[in-house]
């Protein structure tokens, strides 16, 4: 007996790592349900202690105890486990291909066990895991058994297929039986059943008909179509209840239409005889993307959206389709939006199909850039790894899928795809995909493009000179020749349709917006700089840069020895284009979203799948099974240790498809909200932010006229209704530099903008963006603001500001009191670097108007002038104050006050140790300057500091700008 079971030991030796693995899984399993919730209440102590713990009613002993029995425990039943599996594998003739599947399936149930640990609830995931697992393992057991009526399960695309036609009917029954909490909570149980059922009656149909494989397969396309029924019926149901007000019973169009296909499909296959679809095929192309695309339907798609209450960020899509619907103009000619085409052609394609009805319902349609990155990542994992099971394992099972290939910039393997078939011939048509996709990805996203142009040209010539091949110029100039072919035409049809003045007009202000970093950028990376701050600015680059030099290495010597590694150069390539990716998206970090916005996203991009690439290609000799084994634990342990800010605790991408997507509770939201719309609306959000304010707009303006926002609420337009003026969608806050808030005032006259949405009433966070204020930071916009406009009233928590010496009904409203307070602006270090820029430019379009001289009455301490109040405070007026080398770091401050002594506000700044004392303040940002009442300045600064000059300048760029 103990020969035999050495024997069988000595020949599973070369599978002991598989066995390893499922026996870890399975005592996971074990210890899991076992201690799931341990109990560490204290009963009756055994002494007298006074202690926190005892405060609590809190075990110490007992906490303790339960680690030592979990360390002893595991390791006893993994041990047996371990033992019992082997010789069970061994007995009933479980070949490697099958260890290694099932050993694939319990290392991603492993990997939810440990994503259940950190707080993130994997149960419905783990068990539709193991249902997976018993499943696959009864298939394997049944299959190895029979002679002759089972063996089409030893096929492993029959059963992975059995199985994903298991899964989606279960989807369908979700659907269907929507308001069941049964099926909801015992949907793993659910999978199974189907899945053994759906094996079964293949096993029955192929043994009675006699039916080839092939032919069956074909039998079975209609089950991979059930997600896009799903989506397409619930839309019509949606599309005629919107135009006709008839309310389609879904249930029964999704069935029929099911059933409709399954009968051609049937009838199709009993005619034909001859059939070229493989079970791999079948997988690849309709069973794993059908899977896919289940699970993203059940998880983003909502047929009703709830209306958000945000107002700046979704101001972007919103206002895209408010331009190009109601107002008629066109995207990159007429507008911008801050993220391109990424959140704009969705609503596009849903208003086309539904037509625009000034309701965020389009909204509906965003789910769909989830579907996008979803089939780009599938694409990417089977031409990674080659076992399209595998790669539909991960996407479901992976917790951090998102973060580890950043979805935002991970688009930009269409780029690499494309170089990839450039690398092995050079020719015109390939060249010509190469460039354009480099443009597709710019006005797809513009951090996407940005980071895809510059690693397009860097990644491209490192290659090239790693695999020493000859650049073909001929098909390069073409492919360049015909990538700007279509641009330029749609440039020409734009200078037709508009004029090339405008247009260039326009390009320059995207042009200025793109390149105004400084503008959008922190002073800090960090509020404190930790280890871990280190580690992502410091060590990350280096060891990244490091890898990427190896990298480059390998792949020369690759190429000088003349040895075929396909899958090590594709992990060499992919993983110094990953990296190139990572170093160019860095810069995102280092602008703006980084640890001073709690986020380490943009900083570390993509670095997780390109070092897990890079390391991965030192075991590119196994097989694909293997790598991707090696892969999975890979990117969860990188993540893992390297993830710094905490994991928010939710549920995992299936638990949250089965629980929690939207159509649950179908039959209940249809019911409720009686097809008013496909927008749950959030009726005190819009009394709150837009409906009184809305009916003010109608009331005092005319159907060509608008309104100005200085509050940086973008989204007001929209919801208004009202023409935005400008280029920008998020209009104010895109304004970052003097060209744009100059070319702005070009398109504003007070005819066509009557009223200004000046502040939220009382100020909030998006007056004073960053902690500077609005008037300050468009301060160009500011002073038109108040030359023109004066206060009206508040509607709906907001300042309104009419054109001087018109009337406007707005009898029963709020006045605007707070304008008149004192105005504090805090220049920090502004003021100096302002007087920089100036002398720099040699005092370039400033006019000096006069040198202040302090009246008799000042003090070392406290300077006074007196200021004419009809000359001197002019608009866009600066005042100079020059220190006599002040080497001490002081905060000096400027107050205004009018011709009743009353105070106005002050302006604060800080001296920088430098050479040259110059500072510079632009006094007419503040709105009493421009009353003409401000006949006094009252200078605060230290008894030793030494002021040698002030003076009044004049910026005569704006001389009129209305």
């Not at 549920?651 to 409720?672: G, M, P, Q, Y």
Request: charged letters at 15%.
């Amino acid at each position: 007996m103990i020969k035999t079971i050495s024997n069988i030991l000595t020949k599973n030796i070369n599978l002991q790592h598989y066995l390893f693995v499922i026996s870890l899984w399975i005592t996971a399993l074990f210890v899991s349900g076992f201690w799931e919730t341990p109990d560490f209440k204290l009963e009756i102590p055994d002494g007298l202690f006074f202690s926190e713990a005892v405060s609590q009613g809190i075990d110490v002993g007992k906490r303790v105890s339960f680690f030592y029995k979990i360390v002893f425990f595991s390791l006893i039943l993994l041990t047996i486990v371990y033992f019992i599996t082997n010789i069970f594998t061994h007995v009933f003739g479980f070949v490697k291909k099958q260890l290694e599947n099932l050993a694939g399936i319990s290392l991603f149930g492993l990997c939810l066990l440990c994503t259940d640990i950190i707080g993130i609830d994997t149960t419905i995931a783990t068990d539709i895991f193991l249902g997976l697992f018993i499943v696959k393992f009864l298939f394997y057991l049944i299959g190895n058994f029979s002679k002759y009526d089972f063996r089409i399960l030893r096929y492993e695309m029959i059963s992975h297929i059995s199985l994903s036609v298991g899964f989606l009917l279960g989807l369908s029954i979700l659907f269907i039986f929507n308001k069941s909490e049964f099926i909801q909570g015992h949907f793993p149980l659910v999978f199974g059943v189907l899945s053994v059922t759906t094996s079964s009656l293949l096993i029955y149909f192929h043994k009675k008909s006699k039916w080839t494989y092939r032919r069956i397969l074909f039998l079975l396309l209609p089950f991979a179509a059930l997600p896009m029924l799903l989506f397409l019926t619930l839309e019509v149901v949606m599309y005629v209840q919107l135009k006709y007000e008839i309310l389609l019973r879904y249930k029964v169009i999704y069935l029929m239409v099911f059933l409709s296909f399954l009968l051609t499909i049937s009838i199709l296959a009993y005619f034909r005889k001859n059939y070229t679809i493989t079970g791999k095929k079948a997988f690849l192309f309709c069973f794993g993307p059908a899977v896919l695309i289940g699970t993203a339907l059940f998880y983003y798609y909502s047929p009703f959206i709830i209306q958000t209450t945000e107002t700046f960020e979704i101001a972007n899509p919103i206002n895209s389709m408010l331009r190009v619907f109601k107002f008629g103009q066109l995207p990159f000619v007429d507008f911008m939006s801050s993220h391109m085409l990424y959140e704009q052609w969705y609503g596009y394609l849903y208003i086309h199909i539904f037509g625009y009805t000034g309701s965020i319902d389009f909204m509906a349609y965003e789910f769909l850039n989830n579907i996008i990155f979803l089939l780009t990542l599938w694409i990417f994992l089977n031409k990674l790894f080659n076992i399209p099971t595998f790669s539909l394992l991960y996407i479901l099972a992976f917790p951090f899928l998102n973060t580890v290939f950043f979805s935002p910039i991970f688009l930009t393997v269409i780029l690499f795809f494309f170089m990839l078939k450039l690398l092995e011939k050079q020719n015109t048509f390939r060249y010509f995909l190469f460039f354009s996709s480099v443009c597709v990805l710019f006005i797809w996203r513009l951090d996407t493009g940005s980071a895809a142009i510059l690693t397009a040209f860097i990644f491209f010539p490192l290659v090239v000179m790693c695999k020493q091949l000859k650049l073909k110029f001929k098909p390069f100039i073409k492919g360049l020749a015909l990538s700007l072919l279509l641009p330029l035409f749609f440039l020409g049809v734009a200078f037709v349709l508009r004029s090339p003045e405008y247009v260039i007009n326009n390009m320059k202000a995207a042009l200025h917006y793109i390149s105004a970093q400084q503008a959008h950028g922190f002073s800090v990376l960090s509020h404190l700089k930790t280890q871990q701050f280190y580690i992502y600015h410091v060590f990350l680059p280096f060891f990244g840069l490091i890898a990427l030099c190896i990298a480059l290495y390998k792949l020369y010597k690759l190429n000088n020895d003349h040895i075929s590694f396909k899958t090590e150069r594709f992990l060499l390539l992919s993983s110094v284009f990953f990296f190139i990716i990572y170093f160019a998206n860095f810069q995102r970090g280092l602008v703006r979203h980084s640890f001073v916005e709690n986020t380490e996203l943009y900083l570390v991009s993509l670095y997780f799948l390109a070092s897990a690439l890079f390391i991965l290609h030192f075991f590119s000799k196994k097989t694909p099974g293997q790598l991707t084994m090696i892969f999975l634990p890979l990117t969860f342990v990188l993540y893992l240790f390297l993830k710094f800010f905490p994991i928010s605790e939710t549920h995992s991408f299936l638990d949250k498809v089965i629980t929690e997507n939207a159509l649950i509770h179908l039959d209940s939201t249809l019911h409720e909200n009686k097809f008013k719309g496909r927008v749950i609306k959030d009726d005190a959000f819009n009394e709150n932010t837009f409906t009184d304010l809305k009916a003010f707009f109608d009331k005092n303006l005319t159907p060509k006229q608008t309104f100005l926002d200085f509050s940086n609420t973008p989204a007001l337009y929209f919801y208004c209704g009202r023409y935005i003026p400008g280029y920008f969608n998020q209009n104010l806050q895109n304004i970052v530099t003097d060209f744009l808030q100059i070319d702005l005032l070009k398109s504003l006259s007070p005819e066509k903008t009557p009223l200004v949405i000046y502040s939220n009433y009382p100020p909030g966070w998006f007056d004073a963006t960053d902690g500077i204020p609005n008037s300050m930071r468009y301060y160009v916009l500011a002073e038109y603001v108040y030359k023109n406009y004066e206060p009206l009233c508040v509607v709906n928590n907001k300042s309104i500001w009419s054109v001087k010496d018109r009337k406007f009904i707005h009898s029963g409203y709020e006045k605007d009191s707070l304008i008149f307070k004192p105005q504090n602006f805090y220049y920090n270090k502004t003021a100096f670097y302002t007087a920089q820029f100036y002398e720099r430019a040699g005092y370039q379009d400033l006019s000096h108007l006069k040198k202040l001289i302090p009246e008799t009455s000042s003090t070392d301490e406290h300077l006074y002038f007196l200021l004419n109040n009809e000359t001197d405070c002019t608009t866009h007026c600066y005042l100079e104050i020059e220190l006599s080398g002040n080497s001490v770091d002081e905060t000096i401050s400027v107050h205004l006050r009018d011709t009743s002594d009353n105070y106005c506000g002050h302006f604060t700044f800080e001296t920088v140790a430098h050479d040259n004392q110059k500072y510079m303040l632009r006094l007419s940002n503040n709105y009493h300057w421009h009353q003409q009442k401000i006949n006094k300045l009252i200078i605060d600064k230290r008894k030793e500091t030494h002021i040698i000059n002030i003076s009044l300048y004049k910026d005569l760029r704006f001389e009129d700008p209305s």
